[in-house]
T-cell receptor, first 113, second 113 residues
Framework: RKEVEQDPGPFNVPEGATVAFNCTYS??????FFWYRQDCRKEPKLLMS???SGNEDGRFTAQLNRASQYISLLIRDSKLSDSATYLC??????????????FGRGTQLTVWP | NAGVTQTPKFQVLKTGQSMTLQCAQD?????MSWYRQDPGMGLRLIHY???????DQGEVPNGYNVSRSTTEDFPLRLLSAAPSQTSVYFC????????????FGSGTQLSVL
């Protein structure tokens, strides 16, 4: 079983739509959680961290449910520029241990005009 | 500020050949790491380093060597290339204490025939 599971999609939505991605993780001791964005044939870039209380960054909302070991990313008012692959990332160690940073396979989003 | 620089961008090898993928960062980051990205697999950690002179294995270290003689450079060596090492390779760095804030290089597309 993979440490981090994501629905690969693809999700195809019109501009202005709201779309949500989910991610589950296997290790209940996981410490911190993040969403990365990766454009086609480009390197991944940090989109946002996910905090226990939930957090927003403009049109993006991230939520964490530790009991269900579940992370979500909600994108409101989708833009064409949101088309990308969204990677769920879980840090399974406390502190700053690179060796326990696990990436999901990514969820592909296409926003059409 | 160049960030993380990876070379080469593309490489074709024959089975059994060796080569070194270069990675350099100019942000004075303590942490550096190498990932490979395969279709349907997500990013997987090969090796990482928490500082000059210190390296450790990630999820998929077999067939690869690393060294970290300076803070800036973190080369990845393929000792005897195999077709299973055909992949996109990303080097990344992150500041101390912010392991999740990875800055990725632009990637190397490697094909082993």
């Amino acid at each position: 079983r993979k440490e981090v599971e994501q629905d690969p999609g693809p999700f195809n939505v019109p501009e202005g739509a709201t779309v949500a991605f989910n991610c589950t993780y296997s290790n209940s001791a996981s410490q911190s959680f993040f969403w990365y964005r990766q454009d086609c044939r480009k390197e991944p870039k940090l989109l946002m961290s996910v905090y226990s209380s939930g957090n927003e960054d403009g049109r993006f909302t991230a939520q964490l449910n530790r009991a269900s070991q579940y992370i979500s990313l909600l994108i409101r008012d989708s833009k064409l520029s949101d088309s990308a692959t969204y990677l769920c990332v879980v840090n399974m160690a406390g502190g700053s241990t690179l060796g326990r940073l696990y990436f999901g396979r990514g969820t592909q989003l296409t926003v059409w005009p | 500020n160049a960030g993380v620089t990876q070379t080469p961008k593309f490489q074709v090898l024959k089975t059994g050949q060796s080569m070194t993928l270069q990675c350099a960062q100019d942000m004075n980051h303590e942490y550096m790491s190498w990932y490979r990205q395969d279709p349907g697999m997500g990013l997987r950690l090969i090796h990482y380093s928490v500082g000059a002179g210190i390296t450790d294995q990630g999820e998929v270290p077999n067939g690869y060597n690393v060294s970290r003689s300076t803070t800036e450079d973190f080369p990845l060596r393929l000792l005897s290339a195999a077709p299973s090492q055909t992949s996109v390779y990303f080097c990344a760095s992150s500041p101390q204490g912010r392991v999740e804030k990875l800055f990725f290089g632009s990637g190397t597309q490697l094909s082993v025939l």
